[in-house]
Every structure is written in C-alpha cells, then in structure tokens.
C-alpha cells in the first residue's frame, strides 16, 4: 500500500460496535476516519443485546446436536431457536451448509478460531476504559443456571470442552444451595449451575454512546443518515456513491452488518450471510435484582443486570429481515425469567428486536475482500458481537494499515470453505 498510516483516510461503513470499535483502532493508529451509518450510530442491533462480553461463550452455533433441537423446536412459536420456513433456494443452501458445519470436527476448529481471536478481550475492554472511552461495565462474572441435574452437567461437560480448546478462564460448579448463595435472586426451582468468574457484561448503549463521544474529540467524522449504494476503484482508492453524494477514501472496512452482503456482492463477493433476528426485554430494576449475569439454560435465555434496570435477551429466529416484534416470543421471555428468578415480574418491559448475522458456519468474516485491494469486512458476528468487537477492530487494523496479517484472522477469511 502507498498511503502511509497517519495519511490513510479509512471510511468505515456501518456504526455499529463493530464499526464504532474498528473507528477507533484505526484512529488510534493514526488514520484518518470516517463512520458511515445507514441510520443513526448504534441504534440498530448494538442497542438492545444483551451485552455480555463472554469469551467462554465462543463456541459457534453450527454445534453437534444443534440441528436435530432445531427440528424439535421448529413448530413451538415460544422456542429458543425458530426456524420460519420459507421457499428461498438460497435459505435453504444456506441450511444445508449450516448443517455439514455441525460435525465435531469443524465445530472444535470454529471453536478454536474464536478462542484465539478473543485472546486478548478482556485487556482490549480494559484498554477502551483507559483511552477514556466512559461506559457502564460489570466484571461479577456469569453464571449458568438449571432447573435440573441433567441440564447442568451437560453445561459443565460443554464448558469444559472449550476448556481443553483454549479458553483461560476459572469455571466452578454449583449444587443448588451454591448457586443461591452467589446469587440470591435465585429462585428454589434452579438445581444448580456453572459460575465462569471472569466474564463481564456492558451496558450495550453506554458502550456505543462512550465510543461515538471518543471518537468524535478525536476528529472522526460521524455521519448519521448515509446509505453507501456502491462503490468503484479510482485508480489507489475508492469512491463510495451514496444517498448524500460520492465519498471517497484510501481504504474501506465494511462492517454493515446484514447488510454488508449487497456491498460485498456489488465488488464480486458472494458471501452466504443470512439474518437471524434476536429479541430482548428491558425490565426498570430497583434493587432486588441479581447481581450476575445470568444464562437460563434450558430456556436459553441471558439475563443482563444493569444500572437501573435489567435486560432479558433470547431466542434466534431466521425469518429474513422483518424486524416485527412477535409477542408469543416476547412472552416466552419473560415467562422464561419467572421459572429461574424469584418473586419476578416482567410486566413493565420494553420489547426489541434486532438482526444479528450469521454465515454457515457460524464464524464471522474479518479481512481483505478478494479482488478489492483496499476494501476489508468485518461482520458475521451472530450472537458475539459486543464480545469480539475490540477483537475484530484490533486484530483488522494492521492488515488495513500496514497490510499485515494477524494469525487469528486466517481462518475467518472471507474466501473460506463454509462447506
């Protein structure tokens, strides 16, 4: 590349946390940028998650097992994981891909390739906190809970599978009377559970509104309101045509989330990204609440306790882009939370949906575009989004700046065998 690194100007496609993050690694690094949102800067799937920042939660979805539980699911309207059919002949490729995804084997190798990408996660939020980025982050760890045996030894065996995969983190198991002691808000009906002591949740707002403030004293241009239509070489750069006029830039990172796919598609790269909408309900908590973060296991459900309020985020359900708030969805929710959480009551929620993206194998793509020398991606994340995003953006930054590749994106690249 011919543009130095404190001349490049990096126009950075999409505001979410993954775009927000990939922003200020790269102004950190020297460049000069530019954040291009289609809508307002972390108002879409960055708002309402759950938050969590999970490195042992970095097993992929294409999991063994998780194909014949879909199908078990696939009629209940309330279920963790609902799969609308449609006659989509790409959908449905996209299934039967996802599918050969789920042996062992290319499970434990996605495993290991998110593992290492979040290596240095938690150091990365740390260091957010010490460049002045000011968001609300919680370290009291997460725990897994059960409402029977069975469910939480089947946690304990997957946790300490990822174990032996890589993941550092102390994991400690919990009878029921263990598990109310750490957590009182614990209802009887939990039979136990598995504590991961040094995972942290963020307030997902705080985080994008911490970044935005950051960002902004740094110099980088946000603009709010711009749909980027396409874009074109103009002979060591790029010229992004967009709905406020042409943009241009020495380099791209494209991190639009879902839709990324059409940009990717407008310079030659079919990539099989596919929608997956989430839902979350936002509880006013004055006190009482828990304390840690919680997953509801059998439920599927992750319970976020945040300043004043607490957050109820679950279910995966593939229904194209139709961001509509479904409220058998909504209920089961919330119904979820009564069985595990004592004396609760989630009357006074704020419903959400967002989309989440996910390719076959659940793995997220980071890296050059092929045949766009100067164009990069960052998306694919599902479900890890807040957890990889420092990850991503500092693992991104050298291959945009000094073209210079980071092991941890070799397997996320986006010419890979999704099977």
Avoid at 136 to 150: N, P, Q
Avoid at 290 to 295: S, V
């Amino acid at each position: 590349m011919s543009t130095t690194a404190s001349a490049a100007h990096v126009v950075v496609v999409g505001g979410g946390v993954i775009g927000l993050s990939c922003a200020f690694s790269l102004r950190q690094a020297g460049a000069e940028v530019t954040v291009l949102d289609r809508g307002v800067c972390g108002q879409a799937t960055s708002l309402g998650n759950g938050g969590w920042i999970t490195p042992s939660l970095s097993a992929p979805l294409a999991a063994p097992g998780v194909i014949r539980q879909a199908l078990r699911w696939m009629l209940d309207p309330k279920s963790p994981l609902l799969v609308r059919p449609r006659l989509d002949r790409a959908f449905l490729a996209w299934l039967l891909r996802f599918a050969r995804n789920t042996t062992p084997a290319r499970y434990e190798a996605g495993a290991r390739a998110v593992l290492a990408l979040n290596e240095p996660t938690l150091r990365l939020f740390d260091a957010f906190r010490d460049a002045g980025v000011d968001f609300e982050m919680h370290e009291s760890g997460l725990v897994f809970v059960a409402l029977d045996d069975a469910h939480v030894a089947e946690e304990w065996e997957l946790l300490s599978q990822l174990a032996t995969l890589g993941y550092p983190g102390r994991l400690e198991l919990l009878d029921s009377r263990a598990a109310r002691v750490l957590e009182p808000a614990l209802s009887g009906a939990v039979a136990g559970g598995v504590y991961a002591g040094e995972e942290r949740h963020v307030q997902p707002q705080t985080l994008t509104a911490g970044l935005l403030r950051w960002l902004g004293e740094a110099g980088v241009e946000i603009r709010d309101g711009v749909s980027v239509e396409g874009m074109s070489a103009t002979g060591g750069g790029w010229r992004l045509r967009t709905s406020t006029g042409p943009v241009d830039a020495d380099r791209v990172v494209v991190a639009a989330g879902i839709w990324s796919r059409g940009l990717l598609e407008g310079l030659g790269a079919r990539v099989p990204l596919e929608a997956a909408k989430g839902y979350s309900v936002t509880v006013p908590m004055r006190g009482g609440g828990p304390r840690h973060a919680l997953m509801l296991q059998e439920a599927k459900v992750g319970v976020s306790p945040f300043h004043g309020s607490l957050r109820l985020s679950g279910t995966l359900e593939f229904a194209g882009e139709d961001l509509r708030l479904d409220p058998r969805r909504i209920a089961a929710i919330v119904e979820a939370a009564g069985r595990y959480l004592e004396g609760f009551s989630g009357n006074e929620g704020t419903p959400w949906a967002g989309l989440r993206q996910l390719l076959p194998d659940a793995l997220p793509i980071i890296g050059r575009v092929p045949g766009a020398p100067g164009v990069f991606v960052a998306t694919g994340h599902g479900m890890l989004g807040i957890t990889l995003a420092p990850a991503t953006a500092d693992a991104l930054t050298p291959l945009v700046l000094e073209d210079r590749m980071v092991a941890a994106l070799e397997p996320l690249a986006v010419d890979r065998r999704y099977a």
